[in-house]
Structure formats: C-alpha cells, structure tokens
C-alpha cells in the first residue's frame, strides 16, 4: 500500500467505495424494476378483474330485467309490457346497450389465448340471447304468449347459463392470474431485498477492510514523524527519521530528516555567535565606560565656559542696552530741536503776517482819518445849513415854526456828529500811534526769533552728528552682545551635546548590558539542544 502515493490511495478508496454504491444503486434499480414490472402486472390484473366484475353485473342486471318485463305481460298485457317506453322493458334495453359497450371495449390485450377465447364466446353467448329476447318480443306483441315463454325459457333461459358457465371460467383463470401475480411479487420483493441487503453488508466488509488498510497506511508513518517532531521539540537534535515507502510520507520523512540537520548546523553556528557576541559585549562595555569618564570630564569643562560665556554676555548687553537708552535720549534731544525749529520758523511767519496786518491797520486807520474829515465837513456844511434855515424859519414867522424846530434839531445833530467825528479822530491817531509802535515791536521781534532759530539749526546738527555716533556705538554693543550670545547658545549647545552624549552613552551602556544578557540567554538556550 505504501508504493502507491496517498492521493492515488485515497482516490482508489473512494473509487472502489463509488463502485460499491453504484453496484448497490444498480442492485436496487434493477429490484426496483422488477417490483414495477410485477406492479404493472397486478394493476393490468386489477383492470381485467373489474371488467369481470361488470359483465358478472350485467349477466344478474339484464336477466333480471327480462324476468321483470315477462311478469308485466300479466299485470299490464303483454303488448305494454314489450313497449320500448315500459320500465322494466326500458331498463332491459339500456343494460343491453351498455353490455355491448362493454364487450366492445373489452381489454383483450390484457388477456391469455384462452380469455380471448372464452371473451369472444361469451359475445356471441350474448347475442344468441338478445335474438332469442327479439324473437320472444315480437311474439308477445303479436299476442303470443305461450310462444314468448317457450322463446325465453328455451331460447334465451338455455343460452344465459351458457353465459354464466363461461363467465365463471374467465373469472376463474383471472383470479387464478391475480394470484399467481401476486405471488411472484412477494417472491420477487424477497429476493430483491435479499440481494440489496447481502450487496450492502459485503460492501459494508470492503469498505471497512479498505479503510482500515488505508488508515494504517497513513497513520503509522505520521506516527513515526510526530515522534521524531516531539523529540526535536525536546531539544534532541541527533534524530534521524526512517525513510522508507514511496509516498508523500518518505518525502516527509526526507524533508524532516533534512530539517533537523539543517537546525543542528544552525544552533552549532548559533552557540558559536552567542560566544562571539558575549565577548564583543563585554569588550562594548570595557569602552563605553571609558568613554562616559571622559564625556563627564568635558561636560564639566563645558559648563564652566558656559558659566563664564553668560557672564559677558550679560555685561554687554548692559552695555547695550546704555547706548539704546542714550540713543533714545539723543533721539528725544533731536526731536525737541527740530519742534523748536518748527515753532521759530512758525513765530517768524505769525511775526511778519502780524507786521503785515499791523501794517494794513495803519493803512485802515488813515482811510477811517479820511472819511472822518469827510464826516467832519459834512457835519459843518449841515450845522452851516441848519443856521440858514434857522434864519429862514425866523423870517418866516409863524410859518417857519415848525420849519425851526427841525432846523434846531438838524443843528444839534450836526453839532454831535462833529464832536463824535473829533473823538474818532483821537481814538484813530491813538491807533496809528499802537499800529506803528507795534509794528516796530514786531519786527524786532521777528529778528529775535531769526537769530534763535539758526542757534536751533546749530545745536541740532550737532544733535545729528551725535546721533551717528551713538547709533554706531549701539550697533557696536549690539554685535559684541549678538556674538557674546552667539558663544553662550554655542556652550550651551556644547553642553547639551555633551549631556546627550552622556545619555547616549547610558542608554549604550544599558544595551551593551541587555546584549551580554541576551547573549547568556542565548547560550544557555542553545545548550538545552543535543546536537
């Protein structure tokens, strides 16, 4: 069994398993197909047997409607009693239909010789005895009784149990068939079953003698190997598993064989590593100790710069911050230089617009002068004119009252207005006199504020040139404390490499720790294998 591979094997089994059933299936169908043919027998049997049964019901119908009719002759005469329309005689005639419907119909395919025989017998029995019911009628309708009943009891009494006698034969040899038929099919069922049960049982047997065969056949050589794989999961790597057969199990065998050399090979190699690796570890630990003493020592070293670094980086930026200060306080000066600037150069400017105005108010005050003397001698012409009218008016006498009232009160209003125009031109030469006084004043003034605003000009170029000066001494502070920074973030960094470096260095100090440990695990692992 071991020659041939498993799948040939299991395709041999199931094979032979598919034969054994179809061999059963066949077994059965032809069973089967005997049960059907006997089943078909009976029910053709069945058919033959009720198409007995009716003729048997016709032969007692049809005589005992003809016995019927026969009687009516002497109850109703025997011309009504032959009547086709008579009950008993109508009931006759339909039967007789119906019998040769039946006979005509007769299965006789379902039938031996010698039923066809007795069938056709019985049809031409039947016959004889309708003609002798014929013969019987007429002579009852032409008043012939005697004559009737000689034809019934002679004719058609004779012939009906000729009927009868063949009747019961065919009726016989029917049943006879029926029971035979049925005996054969309790014979056939018993042999069918008998020999699907006896098919069933022997394939049983050789279906299980053949899976005992196979499972044996691959059982045991899986046996063997889980075997040999328990004891190379056990650390036994000297096994050499049997290899033998020519299946899929040699293979295996084959292949497991080279398996356990192959990890024999690997865990002498591996062991050999493991040692190579705890002594490269232990040299890996020699100097990453030295080298975290000397990364201590230039960490130290380091954050005194560092300290120092600060240091003048915090000097100079006090520094700095002076000449931003001065800066700022030169910048304010400056700013307060040239508003002051702003304010003279406006002074000069509000100076001369007030000369100016001081000026055109002079010019007004000596037109104002001009239209007082204007008003002046208006004011003499109208007191001269208001004496005239006064001198008219008193000529006139009583007429020129009125006239004289107004010319008095025309010459005190003259009168009033040159005093008016008299304290106008005071107040106008006072006027003039403020407007030139003032004029003067502002001009000098005006020349005051010159001589102020080109000291102004002086000090704040001086401002600017300061300015420079200091803005260029801030630049100067702010690049010394830009590089003083610059070494301080330097160091620090510096110092932050050095304490990483230190982290490093532990962090490598543990690894070379887990690897010397890893490689005892890995020793004392290997050593658990034979090998």
Do not use: C
């Amino acid at each position: 069994m071991r020659r041939a591979r498993v799948g040939a094997r299991l395709a041999m089994a199931f094979g032979v398993v598919l034969a054994l059933l179809v061999g059963t299936g066949v077994t059965a169908l032809l069973g089967g197909r005997e049960q059907s043919r006997a089943l078909e027998r009976a029910e053709d049997l069945a058919v033959l047997s009720r198409y007995v049964a009716d003729q048997r019901y016709y032969d007692a119908d049809v005589s005992g409607w003809q016995a019927a009719y026969a009687w009516d002759t002497y109850r109703v005469g025997p011309v009504a009693a032959v009547q086709p329309d008579s009950a008993n005689r109508a009931g006759f005639l339909a039967d007789q239909e119906a019998l040769r419907a039946l006979l005509a119909a007769a299965p006789v395919h379902l039938m031996t010789a010698e039923e066809r025989r007795l069938d056709d017998t019985i049809g031409a029995q039947w016959a004889e005895y309708f003609a002798d019911d014929e013969e019987a009628v007429a002579r009852y309708r032409a008043g012939d009784v005697a004559g009737a009943e000689d034809a019934i009891e002679n004719g058609s009494w004779v012939t009906y149990a000729k009927i009868l006698d063949s009747t019961q034969q065919l009726a016989e040899s029917v049943q006879a068939r029926s029971a035979a038929a049925a005996v054969d099919a309790r014979r056939d069922a018993r042999r069918t079953r008998t020999v699907v049960v006896a098919v069933l049982v022997g394939a049983a047997l050789l279906v299980v003698l053949l899976l005992v065969v196979l499972t044996r056949s691959i059982v045991v050589p899986l046996r063997r190997a889980v075997g040999d794989l328990d004891r190379i999961a056990a650390g036994d790597l000297t096994v050499d598993p049997v290899v033998d057969g020519r299946d899929e199990f040699r293979e295996m065998a084959g292949s497991l064989r080279e398996a356990a050399g192959a990890t024999r090979r690997t865990v002498e190699s591996v062991s050999e590593l493991a040692r190579t690796v705890r002594a490269m570890s232990d040299e890996l630990a020699a100097r990453a100790e030295a080298l975290s003493r000397a990364n201590a020592h230039t960490s130290g070293e380091t954050v005194r710069a560092a300290s120092a670094a600060d240091t003048i980086s915090a000097d100079v930026a006090t520094l700095a911050a002076g000449a931003e200060e001065l800066g700022a306080s030169i910048a304010e000066i400056s700013q307060g230089m040239q508003a002051s600037a702003s304010v003279a150069r406006e002074a000069v400017e509000v100076a001369e617009s007030t000369g100016r105005a001081v000026a055109a108010l002079g010019e007004a005050t000596q037109a104002i002068a001009t239209v007082v003397g204007t008003i002046t001698s208006i004011a003499e012409q109208t007191n001269l004119l208001a004496l005239n009218a006064t001198i008219e008016a008193a000529r006139a006498g009583d007429a020129g009252k009125g006239f004289a009232v107004v010319a008095g009160e025309v010459k005190e209003l003259a009168h009033e207005t040159g005093t008016a125009t008299e304290d106008i031109t005071r107040k106008v030469a006072a006027i003039q006199h403020g407007s030139t006084e003032a004029a003067t004043a502002i001009s000098r003034i005006a020349e005051v504020i010159g001589r102020i605003d080109d000291y102004q000009a002086s000090i704040s170029a001086a401002v600017e040139e300061q300015t420079a000066t200091t803005g260029e001494l801030a630049r100067t502070v702010a690049g010394a404390a830009a590089g003083a920074d610059d070494i301080s973030t330097t160091l620090s960094a510096v110092s932050a490499a050095s304490v990483s470096d230190r982290d490093s260095l532990s962090q490598v100090t543990a690894s070379v720790d887990a690897l010397q440990r890893t490689a005892a695990e890995l020793q004392e692992s290997v050593s658990r294998f034979r090998v």
